[in-house]
């Protein structure tokens, strides 16, 4: 059974940092590509980030490029998102997503995604 577990979340003021992470477990993770998509209040999903399989290259949207990394450590089984310079309009619920099967370079698309991790900026 596939499970992915967020934790990191929480209330930060604007330009802090949270850094997500992501346990995996239940398919072998080093073959799929992981993603991250957020969900703020009262809109739809939106894809944030994705990192291919072996963790060479990675992908962001535009807006939280040079301020979001993604990162994994196929040794741990673990995702990781750093989050810096954080604003008002990064406030969701944040999921780690696991890429489709056979596609480990498409890091856009997935078919499973955790229960999610709330993250608030406020001041």
């Known amino acids: 059974e596939v499970q992915l577990v967020e934790s990191g979340g929480g209330l930060v003021q604007p330009g802090g940092s949270l850094r997500l992470s992501c346990a995996a477990s239940?398919?072998?993770?080093?073959?799929?590509?992981m993603i991250w998509v957020r969900q703020a209040p009262g809109k739809g999903l939106e894809w944030v980030s994705g990192?291919?399989?072996?963790?060479?290259?990675?992908s962001y949207a535009d807006s939280v490029k040079g301020r979001f990394t993604i990162s994994r450590d196929n040794t741990k089984n673990t995702l990781y998102l750093q989050m810096n310079s954080l604003k008002p309009e990064d406030t969701a619920v944040y999921y780690c997503?696991?890429?489709?099967?056979?596609?480990?370079?498409?890091?856009?698309?997935?078919?499973?995604r955790g229960q999610g991790t709330q993250v608030t900026v406020s001041s």
């Open positions: 997503a696991k890429g489709l099967s056979g596609l480990p370079f498409n890091v856009r698309e997935y078919d499973y």
């Open positions: 239940g398919f072998t993770f080093t073959s799929y590509a």
């Open positions: 990192i291919k399989s072996g963790g060479g290259s990675t």
